[in-house]
C-alpha cells in the first residue's frame, strides 16, 4: 500500500483532516456567501434544456449512490436530456450501466497535478451544458467544478451559498434524511422520484457473483455480513466476533464481507466463523455489489455498503454505531434500524424475536488496534479490491 494511501486511510488523519476541513469550509463560506437570494427552480427549468451536468465529486460510495438516483429520474422524465455526471475516479465504476452519456472522474491526484484538473474543466466546458445541478451543498470542490463547466444556467440548494446559483431547491420541512436530496431536487423540476440510492447491476455480473459464492459454501447463505465503516461508524473487532459466535450458536449461515481498509481482521475473523460461516475474498467494487443481489439480508454499520444493498433491494439490518447515523438509515419494510445493540440482538432481530428499538442500551466492547492484527495473504479469485467502503 502506498504511503499516502496509509496516511489518508488511519484513523487519526482522518479526525484531523475532518476538522480541518470543516473548519476551511466555515471560513470559505463566510466569504462566499452573498446576500442576494437566488429563486426557486420549477418545472420551467427543464424548458430548452437538451445538456445536464450533475455534479457530485465525493469519494464516498453511499453519497455517490444516493444522488445517482436524480439521473433514473432526469432519464425516465426527459428521455430527450443529455445527461452528465461528474464523479471521482473511486466511484466513477457505480455508475456503469445508467442512462449517462458521460461520466466525468475527479481524482484526488488532480490536487497535486492541477493540469489534469484544468483539463477535466476543459472538457466539461466543452460539452456546452444547458443546466448544471450541483446535487448536494456540501462540496466546495463541486462549486468549483460547477463554475469551471460554465453552465448556460445553475442550480443549486437553498442554502448558504445559495445567491451563487441561477435557481435553487428547497427541502420540503421534516424532509431531513439524506435520501429526501436527489427526490426535492426532482420534484422541484416536475419528476418522479424515488427517495432511496440507485445502482444497476448486469446479468453477467449476478451470474459472476452467484458462482463466486458457490464457490464458498454448497448450501445458500442466509446473511451476509459486512465488517466496515468510517470513523465512529465502525464497530469494533469484538463485536464481529461476538457476532460470528451468536450466528453459529443458532444455526445461521452467513458470509463475512471484509473492505480493503479492514483486511487487517481477516486472519481473526476467519478464525472465528465457525462451522456456519464462512469469509469472502476481496473484490472489486462492482463485483462486491452483485454479491450482494445474491444475499436475503445484509448486517452492516453505517457505511457505503449499506446503502449499496439499499440500492439493490437486499434488505439491511443497520448496526448503528452512533445517533447521528439515524438520518443516513435504511427506511425500507423490510429494513431494520438498531443502535448500538448487543450481537444476541442482531442475531435475534433476523428471527423478528427482537423490535427494532433505535434505543436499545448500547453494548460495551475493546475496540482492538488495528495495526496489531496481522494482515491477511489470501488471493482475491474475485478480483483485487480497489476500493474504500465509505
Request: net charge positive; with cysteine.
Amino acid at each position: 500500500m502506498y504511503l499516502l494511501t496509509r496516511l489518508r486511510r488511519h484513523t487519526a488523519m482522518r479526525q484531523l483532516g475532518k476538522r480541518l476541513e470543516k473548519r476551511a469550509k466555515a471560513w470559505l463560506y463566510r466569504r462566499l456567501a452573498v446576500s442576494s437570494a437566488a429563486p426557486p427552480a420549477t418545472p420551467q427549468t427543464l424548458e430548452g434544456v437538451r445538456r445536464v451536468l450533475l455534479v457530485r465529486p465525493n469519494f464516498r460510495i453511499g453519497n455517490a449512490l444516493i444522488s445517482a438516483r436524480l439521473i433514473q429520474a432526469l432519464a425516465a422524465g426527459r428521455p430527450d436530456l443529455e445527461i452528465d455526471y461528474l464523479a471521482t475516479d473511486t466511484t466513477v465504476a457505480l455508475f456503469a450501466g445508467m442512462p449517462l452519456t458521460h461520466c466525468h472522474a475527479l481524482g484526488r491526484d488532480m490536487l497535486l497535478r492541477p493540469w489534469k484538473l484544468a483539463a477535466l474543466w476543459r472538457t466539461l466546458r466543452r460539452r456546452r451544458y444547458d443546466l448544471a445541478i450541483q446535487v448536494a451543498d456540501t462540496s466546495l470542490t463541486g462549486r468549483l467544478c460547477l463554475k469551471a463547466a460554465r453552465a448556460r444556467r445553475t442550480l443549486g440548494a437553498d442554502s448558504r451559498l445559495a445567491g451563487l446559483y441561477d435557481q435553487v431547491y428547497r427541502l420540503p420541512p421534516g424532509h431531513n434524511h439524506v435520501y429526501d436530496v436527489a427526490a426535492a431536487i426532482a420534484r422541484t423540476l416536475g419528476l418522479a422520484c424515488e427517495a432511496r440510492p440507485w445502482m444497476t447491476i448486469s446479468d453477467a455480473e449476478r451470474t459472476r457473483a452467484t458462482t463466486g459464492l458457490r464457490q464458498l459454501a454448497d448450501r445458500p447463505f442466509e446473511v451476509g455480513v459486512f465488517v466496515g465503516g468510517h470513523l465512529n461508524k465502525r464497530l469494533p473487532l469484538d463485536f464481529w466476533r461476538a457476532l460470528c459466535d451468536e450466528l453459529n450458536a443458532r444455526g445461521r449461515r452467513f458470509v463475512l464481507l471484509i473492505g480493503p481498509e479492514e483486511a487487517a481482521m481477516r486472519p481473526a475473523l476467519e478464525a472465528r466463523c465457525g462451522r456456519h460461516g464462512r469469509v469472502a475474498p476481496a473484490m472489486t467494487l462492482r463485483d462486491f455489489a452483485a454479491t450482494l443481489t445474491q444475499l436475503p439480508r445484509l448486517i452492516t454499520p453505517d457505511t457505503g455498503p449499506m446503502h449499496m444493498a439499499v440500492a439493490l433491494d437486499v434488505p439491511v439490518t443497520a448496526v448503528l454505531n452512533t445517533a447521528m447515523s439515524r438520518k443516513f438509515a435504511p427506511r425500507g419494510r423490510a429494513d431494520r434500524v438498531l443502535l448500538s445493540p448487543a450481537p444476541a440482538a442482531v442475531v435475534a432481530s433476523l428471527d423478528g424475536t427482537t423490535p427494532c428499538n433505535p434505543d436499545l442500551r448500547p453494548a460495551t466492547f475493546t475496540r482492538t488496534p488495528r495495526e496489531t492484527v496481522e494482515p491477511s495473504r489470501q488471493a482475491p479469485p474475485f478480483g483485487s479490491a480497489m476500493w474504500a467502503p465509505r
